[in-house]
C-alpha cells in the first residue's frame, strides 16, 4: 500500500497535468499560471471567450465592473473582480471557471515538513454527509495529512463580541448606525468599491477566517494554514495585501471533497474526536441572519451601560444587498445594524457547497442549537485563547490590536 506521500505525489502530478491544460486554454492577458495562484485572479477565462454568443452576460452580472471589453475581447480585472461567482454562473457556454489552489497544499502535505492546520467554515456541517460531526471532520482532516482541524466558528466567536462591543461604542443615539464587517468578503468589496461613502460605519475587524489564520500563525509561527468553506470570494480576500499574512491557501469543501475521495476517506467512517471551541452565536455564522443573531444576543448578554439597543435588518443576494445599502442612503430604515451576504441564504448557499442550502441552513440551525454554550461570553475555550494572546480588557476589543483589525479604504 502506498504511503500517504506517494499518493499526494500521485495526484500532484494528475494536478500538474490539469494545470498545464488549463493554462493552454486560458488566456495570458488576464492571469499567469494556475500553479502560481496568488498571481491571478479569483475566476478565469478561457480563450474561447472570442466565441461568446451570449451577449456577454458575465459583463452585466459583475456589480464590481471587472470584466472589460478590449479590442473586442473580455478580460477579468484581477484588482477589481471580487471572486463572488457571479459571471461564472452567468456564462452559459463554461467559458469562466474558478481558481483552485489545490496544488500548493498537495505540495506541502506531500513535503511533510511543516505543521499544515485546516481552519474549517462552520457551513461545514452536513456537506460532507448527514452523520459527519466536528469530530468526525477532524479526524478525516488528520486522516489526509492535516496536523489539526480548527472550527472558524471559535473565531466567529471572537469576532461575534467585538462587534458588538463596536457597537456599544459607535452607537449613541438615533440615526448612528453599524454595518458588519464580520462575514462575506463581497458585502466588504460592495461597500467598499461601490458604496464607499458608508465606509466609516464598518468596524475595521478582520474576517473570522482571517482572525483564526493570523492566530494560528501567532501560536504555531511556522504553520502553514488552510480554510476550507463554500465560498470562491475567500480566495480573493486571503490574497488582499493588509491580511494576506494569515491564509496560506484557500479550498472550497468541492476541492476538500476531491482530497478525500482521491484518498480513499470516508468523513462518515471516521473516529469522533470531539473538542468543542465554539458557542452557537459563532456557529451560526454560516446562515443568513446569523451574524445579526449572534451580535444581539452578545450585545444584551453585555449588559453595558447606556447601550442602545440593537434594531438589525440583513439581505442575502447580492441584489438584495444593494437593494438594503440603497434603503440605507435613502434614509428608508430606521435599523441601526446591517448584515450583508452575497449569497441567497447566506454561507450555506455558497457556490461550492455539496448539498442544497435549505439543507445546510437547516443543519447550521441545529448545530448552532446543539453547542453548550450560547455567546462568547459563556465559552471557556475563548476566554483561554483571548488571555494567552494578551487580552485581558474590553478596551483591548475596540483600540487597536494587529490580530483582529483591519483598515478599510
Known sequence: ???????????????????????????????????????????????????????????????????????????????????????IDACKMGNLIENKEIYPLLEVLAEQKKEVYALVAPAFIG??????????????????????MVEVAAFADILT?????????????????QLTSCCCPVWIAMIRNVYHELIGHVPGAVSPMIAAGRVVKALHPDAFTVFIGPCMAKKKEAKEEDIADAIDVVLTFEEMNDIFEALGIDPKTETEDIREHSSMAGRIYAKAGGVSEAVKMTAEQLNLENTVEIKAERADGVKNCKELIQRILNGKTDA?????????????????VLIEKESGREYVTQYGKAASYQTPLENPYIREVLERLGFTEIEDFVEHSRLLDRTFS
Open 336 to 352: 441601526n445594524f446591517f448584515e450583508g451576504m452575497a449569497c441567497v441564504g447566506g454561507c450555506v448557499g455558497g457556490p461550492k
Open 161 to 177: 463580541l467585538k462587534e458588538a462591543l463596536e457597537f456599544h461604542v459607535n452607537i449613541h443615539k438615533k440615526g448612528d448606525f
Open 1 to 87: 500500500m502506498k504511503t500517504l506521500k506517494e499518493l499526494y505525489q500521485d495526484i500532484m502530478k494528475k494536478e500538474l497535468e490539469n494545470g498545464r491544460k488549463l493554462e493552454e486554454e486560458t488566456d495570458a492577458y488576464s492571469l499567469d499560471c494556475l500553479l502560481h495562484p496568488k498571481n491571478h485572479a479569483a475566476v478565469i477565462a478561457k480563450n474561447n471567450c472570442t466565441d461568446c454568443n451570449m451577449d456577454h452576460d458575465c459583463q452585466k452580472s459583475c456589480v464590481f465592473d471587472a470584466i472589460s471589453k478590449i479590442d473586442g475581447r473580455l478580460y477579468i480585472d484581477p484588482a477589481k473582480c471580487a471572486g463572488c461567482g457571479a459571471c
Open 127 to 148: 456537506q460532507f454527509g448527514e452523520d459527519v460531526t466536528e469530530g468526525k471532520m477532524r479526524s478525516a482532516c488528520k486522516s489526509a495529512g492535516f496536523s489539526g
